[in-house]
């Protein structure tokens, strides 16, 4: 599970940032996997990683998709070619 980061401040170009790599890794899952509670476990995962520190998409989009993959009941309908990043 992410950690929350208390008072965490994101500058605006980090939000986009991060919105971006949440669409995209949302993108990489079956359309009727797209539930807003997938969606909240993958922003949580963004979120942790950027308060962390991580300003790379292509480490945030890994680290958010191998955690819902991991955690997910779902991971067996992703298609190891839709799990790369």
Known sequence: MAMRT???VFQPELIEL???VLDDVAATLPEA???SQI???IASHILASAANGER???VLKAT?????VECS???HDISPARREV
């Open 6 to 8: 208390p008072g965490a």
């Open 18 to 20: 991060m919105r971006a």
């Open 33 to 35: 996997k797209r539930t």
């Open 39 to 41: 969606k909240a476990e």
């Open 56 to 58: 790379d998409p292509i």
């Open 64 to 68: 958010a998709l191998s955690a819902v």
């Open 73 to 75: 009941h779902y991971s």
